[in-house]
């Protein structure tokens, strides 16, 4: 019954210390998506001449289009925006300016944005290369991007970057680590048996399959409750914070692990700690063996 | 089946377990084997069952000669082998049943097979009351008694039990020597191991003495 009690025990543990890491590259995952969500507000603009024909339009955003940094192109027709802007001054509008003299202010735009996985330095890069470019092109009348922003914020993206990174390996690896050592007091519990199997006449090989299948099974169950309990935990984090309107963005940039990310972790955790455990058994049968007739 | 030529056990240059030791037990025969304490009777043991390797001289056990024998043959000789150990080697966390059917659990024994086999054990050394308690809640010769099931239930070639009635009284000794040679009789070999000479009562047993690691006596009673 006591042994019953800690395997349990060393079971809880064990899920929860999987909960930490798996929690914490998700947060590193998602801090890195609100960072490139950050970063959104951060856009290059391409002011194209009064005289450029649609033509002119699309031979331009096909030519963006090929760069493979980017994430979208938005064309604004000024007279869309003339529309959207006269709206917003609504019963002032007329007033003002007529509607000539405005789509002469607005000129027409292309919007490009790039993939939110790039930090300030390289969309810096990206931008000024696509700058260059474009800057050569006759239908282009100006090209901006927010060059000295970036230049300011580059430093603490690359802190906040570096730093969340950083504090998911120390986590992964001590906790990697805690697991290992648990399972290997675990294992060394086994001691007696070992010597008891090896009496009977069990093979090296059975007795690797004796001692590694509970630790299969429970890491394997640990993996999958730990990665079923993260997963309730975002999405009610992601339900709540979409319930208030100034949360709402956050809720909308939090991802989930992809597959691939999803593997890699079990696979990284797995592979980590059944070696460990492998060695320990190997270790354990190498010492108790020889000397488990007294 | 168990032969030992000038077999000499050393574990220091000035310290000899064993010292020119020779012995032949043929299929079936039940040998006791005497001395006090400390005069090399678990070394022989340790030896047949390859726990331990000697310094100089041939050992032959099932056919194995043991300086030759590979790591890898070693638990297969063993499975040959049943072990009745002073200290018992129960595992705490196994019921009786458990505990009984280990041996057949490490020969791959279909479950059905186990069951039975392990439940006849079980009645054949009077435990079915306590055949669901953990060792921790026998008493000695109960666990004794547990162990000899445990070492008997793959009806081994050669059953070595060392002091198996070490902790127990006059008649409960005397009752675990009958049931040893009951089995006996199923043409398994026994080497038993005791210093009670009281015991050594039963006709055509064979007595091997050692004293300080020498076969100083090998007679038939």
Redesign the interface.
């Known amino acids: 019954m006591k042994e019953f009690s800690l395997k349990i025990l060393l079971f809880i543990i064990v899920t929860l210390s999987i909960f930490i890491v798996i929690i914490s590259l998700l947060s590193y995952k998602n801090l890195i998506g609100l960072l490139g969500a950050w970063n959104q507000s951060s856009k290059m603009n391409i002011y194209l001449k009064i005289d450029s024909t649609a033509e002119d339009q699309s031979t331009l955003i096909a030519l963006i289009k090929k760069n493979p940094q980017v994430l979208s192109v938005n064309f604004f027709n000024r007279k869309e925006v003339g529309v959207v802007f006269q709206n917003s001054l609504k019963e002032f509008s007329s007033g003002m300016m007529t509607e000539d003299e405005m789509m002469d202010l607005i000129p027409e735009t292309i919007e490009v944005d790039l993939l939110n996985s790039l930090n300030l330095t390289e969309r810096n890069l990206v931008f000024t290369d696509l700058a260059n470019t474009l800057r050569a092109a006759p239908q282009v009348d100006e090209v901006s991007f927010s060059a000295n922003w970036f230049k300011k914020f580059e430093l603490i993206d690359k802190i906040l970057r570096s730093a969340g990174m950083f504090i998911f390996l120390i986590i992964f690896i001590s906790i990697s680590y805690l697991i290992a050592l648990m399972l290997r007091a675990h294992i060394e519990e086994l001691k007696q048996e070992i010597e008891v199997y090896s009496l009977l006449g069990a093979t090296r090989w059975s007795m690797y399959h004796f001692f590694l299948k509970d630790v299969f099974i429970f890491l394997t169950s640990s993996l999958l409750i730990a990665f079923a309990a993260v997963f309730w935990a975002f999405i009610y984090l992601k339900y709540q914070l979409s319930t208030s309107i100034l949360s709402a963005t956050i809720s909308d940039s939090l991802r989930f692990l992809t597959f691939a990310e999803s593997a890699t972790i079990i696979f990284m955790l797995f592979i980590f700690i059944f070696t460990n455990s492998f060695l320990t058994v190997r270790s354990a049968l190498f010492r108790h063996d020889q000397l488990s007739y007294d | 089946m168990i032969e030992f030529k000038h077999v000499y056990k050393t574990y220091a240059a000035d310290r000899h377990s064993l010292r020119n030791v020779s012995f032949n037990i043929k299929k079936g025969e039940f040998v006791f084997l005497i001395g006090p304490s400390g005069a090399g009777k678990?070394s022989i043991?340790?030896l047949i069952?390859a726990?331990?390797r000697a310094s100089s001289g041939e050992i032959s056990v099932l056919g194995h000669d043991l300086n030759k024998i590979r790591s890898?043959q070693i638990?297969?000789?063993?499975?040959?082998?049943g072990?009745v150990?002073q200290?018992y080697?129960?595992?705490?966390?196994k019921t009786v049943f458990e505990n009984i059917e280990?041996?057949l659990v490490?020969?791959e024994v279909s479950k059905d097979v186990r069951y039975k086999k392990t439940q006849a054990m079980i009645a054949q050394v009077g435990l079915s009351a306590v055949q669901d308690q953990y060792p921790d809640f026998l008493s000695g010769g109960e666990q004794q008694r547990v162990a000899i099931a445990?070492a008997l239930i793959h009806d081994p070639e050669i059953v070595i039990a060392d002091e198996p009635t070490g902790n127990l009284d006059p008649e409960l000794s005397q009752s675990i020597l009958s049931l040893f040679f009951n089995f006996s009789k199923t043409g398994a070999t026994f080497v038993v191991a005791t210093h009670d000479y009281r015991l050594i009562n039963k006709a055509g047993c064979r007595i091997l003495k050692v004293e300080k690691g020498e076969l100083t006596e090998d007679r038939i009673v």
């Not at chain 2, 080697?89 to 966390?93: A, C, D, G, P």
């Open positions: 678990t043991f340790k069952s726990f331990d890898g638990p297969f000789l063993r499975r040959k082998i072990f150990l200290s080697k129960l595992l705490k966390n280990l041996p490490v020969l445990r």
